[in-house]
Nanobody, 127 residues
């Protein structure tokens, strides 16, 4: 059973940048599509970004996230990253890393496809 450990979350100011990391300590990492989700207070958990297992193809929530965030993976370190630039107050949330063992598709934005989850890291953007 794999274990996902997120890090990097903290309190920042509007417009700041932050890089989240997620280390996968148990899966055969290269065989998994990885993703980032977030949950703001009082809201449902939502998809942020995902990266495919084979060719590191990225998928983002929407154009706003795509223009400011970059997901990447380092298979040698069993780690994925989420580089977040130009942070806004609406980015405040707990950010979760997740792993998906996909069969017929290479990438997903559906949380139900992700079988392993980390504990989350808090990102707070202050105005």
């Amino acid at each position: 059973q794999g274990r996902l450990v997120e890090s990097g979350g903290r309190l920042v100011q509007v417009g700041d940048s932050l890089r989240l990391s997620c280390e996968d300590t148990g899966h055969a990492f290269v065989g998994y599509s990885m993703g980032w989700f977030r949950q703001a207070p009082g809201k449902e958990r939502e998809f942020v970004a995902a990266i495919s297992r084979a060719d590191s193809f990225p998928l983002y929530k929407d154009s706003s996230v795509k223009s400011r965030f970059t997901i990447s993976r380092d298979d040698a370190k069993n780690t994925i990253y989420l580089q977040m630039n130009d942070l806004k107050p609406e980015d405040t949330a707990i950010y979760y890393c997740a792993a998906a063992r996909l069969r017929e598709i290479s990438i997903s934005n559906d949380s139900h496809d992700f079988g392993s989850w980390g504990q989350g890291t808090q990102v707070t953007v202050s105005s």
